[in-house]
């Protein structure tokens, strides 16, 4: 919890984070995993507030464990009790670290290197300073995961017990799921999809490359041996390959990343011979975007994409055939510059072993774009901005003579995503237009599929608290769903809201749901609706 929000932006480093936040958006993803039947958690290496969250007796015990009643097990991570004295500067050794740690609710350490770690323990519950309640309890809950698992009674895991792993079955979903999560952000003059016949070069460091597609923690830490055990998977290259056919497709990349190197290795870039090769053909992919990464040594000092990267699109777009960029990477870089240059610009994020497969039916037309922007994507380095900010931030609002630059000029908003088809939203509907916290609210809206081809729509459901007690924010997605859709096919998409789902943790770190006005959005569909009655709830989780 509160791992994704450091102040400095780099891996592993001091996050502050007011309590109305940190319970409001950063707890309550937990809860719902914990109620969801989570039977684990991992601690948050780094500090919230100035305490480290391995010591965090607040945290660990109080919110999770007692607040909501869970009785799961938390494990560390990497050798984090050591940091509590090693970095983190708050106990003065090991065996102080040790107590720290597991008084603050650790039931299970990842501890790597250092066997001594049991004898410490033994001697601080010895000398009294970790209480033998505390080891009964933490034992207790690795027990009680193991029985949960079944390892007492199946204390191993053979592959035939699991027919499907590696099967056809999953290699299909594998695929479906990578077609659905793409995303097409750009498509002037509908140059996608690409018809057969036209002559491609695909170029750019992640044209070629399972190491990309995967990224980190994939085969190994740094993903870096991806290439070497993915080898039977098709890279984007590959996969266009067997979609157009060899005969249409060449490869020139430009630029290179360093083989098993770290994320940011380039080889000395080859430009002009990309340069050279778009002379033959009908439309540029561009593929760039990072190598693999993860963790500290994926640390960024600069959003911007690579100076080589851009250098090799600046000049392919010289050549005036069309470019259609593939974005491959693990974090939004920034292409303001380049961005324009492009006819389509399409977002692959991370997608796996088959996302090289699924690009290519996708951008073929085999199958249809319905990925949404799961984050707003920046346009500018020092503009980074979440969905839901506060009005305030929108400085764009201030009118008068002064001159703001608004921080919402945004290069893609959060839930943007084009289609091949297009979709129409009506009759808007809630079934009361006043409530409490205790009601639910029905909401449906009809969605019609206005193209000429099948696809997927995401139908996303929003709220906007027009005046609170605390600075409210600009819009909150509170629910959503996915319809598939025939051209002309219209469905009617029902949604259900809580009127405590509609509260906020104010200032004094308590939930309140006021009295007032909200308006409910969907689809560019807007309706009003009227909280009858302040609720603020003593307890710590609505």
């Known amino acids: 919890m509160g791992?994704?929000?450091?102040?400095?932006?780099?891996?592993?480093?001091?996050?502050?984070?007011?309590?109305?936040?940190?319970?409001?958006?950063?707890?309550?993803?937990?809860?719902?995993?914990?109620?969801?039947?989570?039977?684990?958690?991992?601690?948050?290496?780094?500090?919230?507030?100035?305490?480290?969250?391995?010591?965090?007796?607040?945290?660990l015990t109080k919110w999770l464990k007692e607040d909501l009643g869970w009785d799961g097990m938390l494990i560390t991570d990497w050798a984090d009790i050591n940091n509590l004295y090693t970095r983190e500067r708050i106990a003065a050794n090991k065996k102080e670290a040790i107590q720290i740690a597991i008084n603050a609710g650790i039931d299970m350490a990842m501890e790597p290197y250092d066997l001594n770690f049991c004898t410490l323990l033994k001697e601080l519950v010895e000398e009294n300073k970790v209480p033998m309640s505390r080891i009964d309890d933490a034992v207790r809950r690795v027990l009680r995961l193991k029985y949960?698992?079944?390892?007492?009674?199946?204390?191993?895991?053979?592959?035939?017990?699991?027919?499907?792993?590696?099967?056809?079955?999953?290699a299909e979903l594998a695929l479906r799921a990578a077609e659905e999560s793409e995303i097409l952000l750009k498509n002037q003059n509908n140059i996608l999809p690409l018809a057969k016949g036209n002559?491609?070069?695909?170029?750019?460091?992640?044209?070629?490359?399972?190491?990309?597609?995967?990224?980190?923690?994939?085969?190994?830490?740094?993903?870096?041996?991806?290439?070497?055990?993915?080898?039977?998977?098709?890279?984007?290259y590959e996969a266009l390959c067997n979609k157009f056919g060899s005969e249409y497709v060449t490869l020139e990349q430009g630029v290179t990343y360093k083989p098993e190197g770290a994320y940011t290795e380039e080889n000395e870039p080859e430009i002009e011979k990309a340069v050279a090769a778009a002379k033959n053909v009908d439309i540029i992919i561009a593929c760039i975007g990072e190598n693999s990464y993860?963790?500290?040594?994926?640390?960024?000092?600069?959003?911007?994409?690579?100076?080589?990267?851009?250098?090799?699109v600046k000049a392919l777009a010289k050549t005036g055939k069309p470019i259609v960029l593939i974005?491959?990477?693990?974090?939004?870089?920034?292409?303001?510059?380049?961005?324009?240059?492009?006819?389509?610009?399409?977002?692959?994020?991370?997608?796996?072993?088959?996302?090289?497969?699924a690009l290519a039916n996708l951008i073929a037309g085999d199958a249809n774009f319905s990925g949404k922007m799961p984050f707003t994507y920046p346009k500018h380095i020092n503009a980074l901005a979440n969905y839901d900010y506060k009005p305030c931030e929108n400085m764009g609002q201030m009118g008068g003579n002064y001159n703001y630059d608004s921080v919402m000029d945004v290069q893609w908003e959060f839930g943007f995503g084009l289609s091949y088809t297009t979709y129409s939203y009506s009759n808007l509907?809630?079934?009361?237009?006043?409530?409490?916290?205790?009601?639910?609210?029905?909401?449906?809206?009809?969605?019609?599929?206005?193209?000429?081809?099948a696809g997927k729509e995401s139908v996303l459901l929003y709220s906007?608290?027009?005046?609170?007690?605390?600075?409210?924010?600009?819009i909150r997605l509170r629910n959503f769903e996915k319809i598939e859709l025939n051209p002309g096919e219209t469905k009617t998409v029902t949604m259900q809201l809580k009127g405590s789902d509609l509260a906020f943790v104010g200032y004094d770190g308590k939930w309140r749901l006021e009295k007032g006005d909200f308006t409910i959005k969907c689809g560019g569909q807007t309706l009003d609706i009227n909280c009858t009655e302040t609720k603020v709830w003593d307890t710590p989780n609505r």
Not at 434 to 451: I, P
Request: with cysteine.
């Open 148 to 170: 949960r698992l079944g390892l007492f009674e199946h204390p191993n895991t053979p592959t035939q017990e699991y027919p499907l792993f590696g099967s056809k079955e999953h």
């Open 294 to 312: 993860c963790e500290t040594p994926g640390n960024l000092t600069n959003l911007t994409l690579s100076q080589n990267q851009l250098d090799l």
């Open 464 to 474: 906007k608290d027009l005046v609170a007690s605390s600075t409210p924010d600009n």
């Open 199 to 236: 002559k491609l070069l695909v170029t750019g460091p992640n044209a070629n490359s399972m190491r990309c597609l995967n990224g980190g923690w994939s085969y190994s830490w740094q993903g870096h041996l991806a290439d070497r055990f993915a080898g039977k998977y098709n890279t984007i």
């Open 3 to 59: 791992y994704s929000l450091p102040r400095t932006g780099k891996d592993r480093t001091p996050a502050y984070i007011p309590v109305s936040e940190l319970r409001e958006k950063c707890f309550a993803p937990f809860k719902e995993c914990v109620e969801a039947g989570a039977l684990t958690i991992m601690i948050n290496s780094g500090s919230i507030n100035g305490v480290p969250v391995h010591s965090n007796y607040e945290l």
């Open 429 to 453: 509907k809630v079934d009361k237009t006043s409530f409490t916290a205790d009601d639910v609210l029905t909401v449906s809206v009809d969605v019609t599929n206005t193209g000429k081809v």
């Open 327 to 357: 974005l491959n990477e693990g974090r939004p870089r920034l292409i303001a510059d380049i961005e324009p240059l492009a006819k389509a610009v399409v977002n692959t994020m991370l997608p796996g072993n088959y996302g090289g497969d």
